[in-house]
C-alpha cells in the first residue's frame, strides 16, 4: 500500500508541463449538469491482476448505470505508471480520472493539472468522509484528491512471541518510547538471539521520524513547503535507534538491512524474529498470512505522553480529476460512484485500503476477514490529529534519504548529530530544486 516511488524520467518530463496548465483549475463546468449525450472517460490506475478485475467489474456497474458514459480503463505496474502519466500529462492527452498518490499529488496540483474537486460538489458527494481524512488531499484550501482508503501507523505485537517468552502484552494507551525499549530488550534477553524484541525502524519510510516530530508539536514541512524538522527530534531519533542496535534490543544492522531489502515477507514481523515492529495498520493482513502468528495492533509508543497525538490518517492513494478533462462533470459522477456506491464497495472491498469513506466502511464490515476488521477497528478508534502537510514537490525522495541515513548511523559512517544535519539540509535542497 505505502510504497516508495521512482524520480528520473517522471520529473524530467513533469517540469516540461507548460505553464498554461496552471489556468485550468477554474471555469472547468465540473459544476454544470451531466451530458444526456454520448461520452467517453479514459480511467487510470495501478495495480495488479485482482486490482484490475475488481474495478472491472464496478466500471461495468457504472456504465449500467449512465448507459450514454463509457469509461475506458488503462492500468499499469507501479514503476511504469508515473512516467506514463507525466508524458501524458505534458502532451495534453491526460486521463480524465487518474488514480493519485501522496507523493506525487502536489507535484502535479501545483502545475495547475489537477481539478479542484470542491468546483464539482454537484456531482461528487464527499459527506461521508471525515474533515481529517478529506484534508490529505488539500493543498491550499483546494481539494485536488479524494482519499480512496485511509491507514494508520502502528505497533505490530506478536503475541506468540511474547507468549512464549512469558512477556505481558504492554498497555498500549500509556507506553512510551522508552517502554517499548525496555519490553523489547526482556525479549531478546529471553530470546538468546533466536529472537529480537523490537524491528529497527527508520530503513522502510520516514513516517515514524514524522510521528515522533508530531508527539512533539513539531512538523517535517511547513504550510510553504520549507522543512522545519528540528535537528534534535531527528538527532534524537537515530540516537534512539543506534540504541536499540548496539544494547541488542534490535538485529545487528547488517541484518536489519537485508531483511528490509528483502521485503515484506522477509521482514522480521513476518519471519517471526521480532516481537515488535512499526508499520501500517493495512498490513497486518499481509504480515499474519506471512508469519502466521497472531499479530495484534497497538497504538504508537509516546501518544500519551505527547504535546498531541501523533498519528494521523496517511491516504493509500486519491482519486483526482484531469483539469484538462472535456467532461468534468461526468469524471466527478464516476468519481462520486466509486466513492459512495455500496454495491461497489463490496466489490471493491479493501483492495484499495480500509475505505475513508465511513458509511462504506460500516457497509462492508460483514463481509472483511479478521485482520481487515482488525485494521478497521484500529482506524476508527484511535485519536488522531491533523494531518501532515502533502508531501512537497521535490520531496518524494524523502524515504530514501532517510533509509540511506539510517544505515550510515547503523554502520558507524556518521552520528546521529551529523545525520540529523544532513538530512534537513538534503531535503531542503531537494524541495528548493524542484521549484
Same mark, same amino acid.
Given at each position: ?54 474495478? +472491472? ?10 448507459? *450514454? ?36 499529488? %502536489? ?7 489537477? !481539478? ?43 503475541? #506468540?512471541?511474547?507468549?512464549?517468552? +512469558? ?36 530503513? =522502510?519510510? %520516514? ?8 508527539? +512533539? ?16 527530534? %531527528? ?29 515484506? =515477507? ?11 515492529? !512499526?508499520?501500517?495498520?493495512?498490513? !497486518? ?30 491516504? @493509500?492513494?486519491?482519486?483526482?480529476? @484531469? ?12 468519481? @462520486? ?19 475513508? *469513506? +465511513? ?10 476477514? #479478521? ?14 490529529? #491533523? ?5 512537497? *514537490? ?7 534519504? !532517510? ?13 546521529? #548529530? ?18
Amino acid at each position: 500500500m505505502f510504497r516508495g516511488v521512482r524520480r528520473g524520467v517522471t520529473w524530467a518530463v513533469l517540469l516540461s508541463l507548460t505553464a498554461s496548465l496552471a489556468a485550468c483549475g477554474s471555469g472547468s463546468g465540473a459544476g454544470g449538469d451531466l451530458t444526456t449525450e454520448k461520452v467517453t472517460l479514459r480511467f487510470t490506475w495501478w495495480g495488479a491482476d485482482d486490482r484490475h478485475k475488481r474495478t +472491472q467489474q464496478v466500471i461495468e456497474m457504472f456504465q449500467r448505470k449512465h448507459p *450514454n458514459i463509457t469509461v475506458k480503463g488503462e492500468f499499469k505496474e507501479w514503476n511504469g505508471y508515473w512516467d506514463s502519466l507525466a508524458t501524458t500529462m505534458a502532451a495534453n492527452d491526460a486521463p480524465d480520472v487518474m488514480q493519485m498518490d501522496e507523493l506525487y499529488i %502536489a507535484s502535479y496540483a501545483e502545475r495547475g493539472a489537477l !481539478l479542484d474537486l470542491k468546483e464539482a460538489g454537484k456531482h461528487l458527494d464527499t459527506a461521508n468522509f471525515d474533515q481529517k481524512a478529506l484534508a490529505t488531499g488539500a493543498i491550499g484550501g483546494r481539494q485536488y484528491g479524494l482519499p480512496v482508503g485511509l491507514g494508520m501507523y502502528s505497533i505490530m505485537a506478536n503475541l #506468540d512471541l511474547l507468549a512464549k517468552y +512469558q512477556i505481558p502484552v504492554p498497555d498500549d494507551t500509556k507506553w512510551s518510547w522508552d517502554d517499548l525499549k525496555r519490553i523489547g530488550d526482556q525479549v531478546s534477553k529471553a530470546a538468546g538471539g533466536a529472537a529480537f524484541g523490537v524491528q529497527s525502524p527508520g530503513i =522502510n519510510d %520516514a513516517a515514524g521520524l514524522s510521528i515522533r516530530a508530531r508527539q +512533539q508539536g513539531k512538523a517535517m514541512f511547513d504550510a510553504d513547503a520549507k522543512v522545519v524538522l528540528p535537528k534534535e527530534i %531527528a538527532r534524537d531519533y537515530w540516537q534512539y535507534i543506534l540504541d536499540l542496535s548496539k544494547t541488542g534490543v534490535a538485529a545487528p544492522p547488517s541484518v536489519t538491512i537485508e531483511k528490509a531489502s528483502a521485503g515484506l =515477507n522477509q521482514s522480521a514481523t513476518a519471519t517471526g524474529t521480532a516481537a515488535f515492529g !512499526l508499520w501500517w495498520n493495512t498490513q !497486518l493482513t499481509a504480515l499474519t498470512a506471512a508469519s502466521g502468528a497472531k499479530l495484534k495492533l497497538m497504538r504508537l509508543p509516546g501518544e500519551t505522553q505527547g504535546t498531541a497525538p501523533g498519528a494521523y490518517y496517511k491516504p @493509500s492513494m486519491f482519486w483526482s480529476v @484531469s483539469a484538462r478533462s472535456e467532461h468534468p462533470a461526468e469524471a466527478a459522477a464516476f468519481v @462520486s460512484f466509486l466513492a459512495n456506491d455500496e454495491e461497489a464497495a463490496k466489490i471493491l472491498l479493501t483492495e484499495r485500503g480500509v475505505p475513508a *469513506n +465511513q458509511k462504506i466502511r460500516e457497509a462492508i464490515a460483514g463481509q472483511l476477514k #479478521d485482520t481487515d476488521k482488525a485494521a478497521k477497528e484500529y482506524l476508527d478508534t484511535v485519536p488522531v490529529s #491533523d494531518p501532515p502537510r502533502i508531501t512537497p *514537490n521535490g520531496a518524494s525522495t524523502l524515504d530514501t534519504i !532517510l533509509k540511506r541515513h539510517t544505515e550510515d548511523v547503523l554502520f558507524g559512517r556518521t552520528t546521529p #548529530d551529523a545525520a540529523a544535519e544532513s538530512f534537513v539540509r538534503e531535503v531542503q535542497s531537494e524541495v528548493d530544486a524542484a521549484r
